[in-house]
C-alpha cells in the first residue's frame, strides 16, 4: 500500500512560518521608527525676565546643565511623527540653587511641549523656558 504525504500539514507549516516572519518584521519597523524620533539633545530658550535677555541652550539628555542660578536636566526629548504640524516633547527637571528649602527639590519636573508651553507651565519669579529642539 503507497504511503500518502499529509500537505495540508506542509502548507499550514509554511503559512505559519510566514506569519510569524510579517510579525517580526513589524515589530522591528516600528522599534526603528520610534528611535529615530527620540534625539540625544535637547534646544531650550531661556528668558531672563529681569534684563529682558534670552538663550539658547542645548542640553545633552540626561546631563545636568548650569544657566547661572538654574540647574536643568533634559531626561527625554521627542519629534512628532506628523511632518505638517510638528510637536516636540522633552521631560525637563529644574532646580533652583538659589533655594536653601530640600522639600521642594525641582522648581519644575515635567512634560514641556513646544507648540502649548502653557500646557505644563513652568512658573519661576524670575526665568523662563521654551522648548525649541530636539535633535
Not at 16 to 30: A, D, E, R, V
Not at 40 to 48: A, I, R
Not at 72 to 97: H, M, R
Request: aromatic share 8%.
Amino acid at each position: 500500500m503507497p504511503l500518502k504525504k499529509n500537505t495540508k500539514v506542509g502548507k499550514i507549516n509554511i503559512s505559519i512560518n510566514l506569519l510569524i516572519l510579517i510579525i517580526f518584521q513589524i515589530l522591528h519597523i516600528s522599534t526603528v521608527h520610534a528611535n529615530e524620533l527620540e534625539g540625544n539633545y535637547t534646544s531650550l530658550k531661556v528668558l531672563d525676565k529681569i534684563s529682558s535677555k534670552n538663550i539658547l541652550i542645548k542640553l545633552k539628555n540626561n546631563e545636568d546643565t548650569r544657566h547661572k542660578d538654574l540647574l536643568i536636566k533634559s531626561i527625554k526629548c521627542k519629534n512628532s511623527e506628523f511632518d505638517d504640524n510638528p510637536e516636540i516633547t522633552a521631560y525637563i527637571q529644574v532646580k533652583d540653587l538659589t533655594k536653601n528649602n530640600n522639600d521642594e527639590v525641582f522648581v519644575f519636573n515635567g512634560w514641556i511641549f513646544s507648540s502649548s508651553p502653557s500646557m505644563a507651565p513652568f512658573d519661576h519669579p524670575v526665568y523662563d523656558i521654551w522648548l525649541v529642539g530636539c535633535n
